[in-house]
């Protein structure tokens, strides 16, 4: 008998029918080379059960499907374009196909195109982008993906902690820690951080690293100001505009990704705040044009490329029992954004 907490599958039918595989799927796929009664049967043993045709089931177990669904909450942002490139090189070297979707990090919309996805038979889904810190919002998500399992299809996650999948897990809190130390040594005390969107388990885990540096130091981090906004540039431009207006003695801030980073400096230098000399400026996740931004962006090194190439990896593998983790790690890069308070 199916457990009860999963789907019944083709398989079940056709142990109760005591029928084989393909003689199940023949009968319930109207194909002929079954009898019309053996056929009935079959499909009534099938209602019997609530088991419901997968699409893309029958694709899976012939093997047929090469092509991997690859989810990304924003596609021009930098971050995800890398992760995505290591997706396509491993996927190149393994014959597959790979197809790319936007959430817009609007969960109704990453569950819409994940059913898409596995509508088109994919063979693989990866999910790349924050999760959400409500278990609720993710649990259809979770439910979608548990089935495509149970049915042969393999899945894994990046930066997500709560789909139930392997995961390829970004170092966001250890790398928030390490942002606010570089920034206290350097003497700041007046710190301010552009956050992403409330809600986000990457801005809720790095948000925390930062305030567990604080307190490390002997310092509140309710004395720290946090805005919040998109996690874009566009956020960054508006979160800076908010600090500077609201919080003018501020000397550093932290933007929670090179992308809002990016509208950060944007911002500090149409105000003509020059940076470092009178504010410094962090970013996370080191995308490639960190480096040619003027001035030159320090930040939080994250293998982009790596990790979208270790999430297919694990997808490649065989399903565990239990689903794996795999840690990212990271690195500190400091750059011409930061310098020493000013007067200090």
Known sequence: ???????????????????????????????????????????????????????????????????????????????????????????????????????????????????????????????????????????????????????????????????????????????????????????????????????????ADRLAGVSSALRQRGRSPADLVVVHSDFTRGGGRAATEQILNEHPDTTAIIALNDAMATGVLSTLRSRGVPVPARMSVVGFDDVSVAADLAPSLTTIRLPMTEMGRTALTLALKPRAIRPRRRPTGHLLVVRDSTGPAPNT
């Not at 199940?24 to 796929?29: D, E, G, I």
């Not at 049967?41 to 991997?68: C, F, H, K, M, W």
């Not at 928030?176 to 003497?187: N, R």
């Open 1 to 203: 008998m199916p457990r009860a907490n999963r789907r019944p599958r083709l398989v079940d039918v056709a142990e109760h029918a005591a029928v084989s595989l393909a003689t199940a799927s023949r009968a319930l796929a109207g194909r002929e080379g079954v009898s019309a009664e053996v056929a009935d049967r079959i499909r009534q043993i099938a209602d019997e059960l609530g088991y419901v045709a997968n699409p893309y089931a029958r694709t899976l177990a012939s093997g047929a499907s090469s092509t991997v669904g690859l989810i990304v909450h924003q596609v021009d942002d930098p971050y995800f374009s890398e992760i995505a490139a290591g997706v396509i090189q491993l996927a190149a070297e393994q014959g597959l196909l790979v197809q790319i979707c936007q959430s817009g990090r609007d969960p109704g919309y990453e569950l819409q195109q994940l059913r898409h996805l596995i509508a088109q038979r994919v063979g693989i889904v990866l999910i790349s982008g924050s999760g959400y810190d409500d278990p609720r919002v993710e649990a259809a998500a979770r439910a979608e993906l548990a089935a495509f399992q149970d049915h042969g299809g393999r899945a894994t996650a990046i930066g997500r902690h709560a789909l139930g999948i392997d995961a390829v897990l970004p170092d966001n809190e250890a790398g928030g820690v390490a942002l606010a130390q570089h920034l206290m040594d350097l003497g700041h005390r007046r710190i301010a951080v552009a956050a992403g969107s409330a809600g986000l388990t990457t801005v």
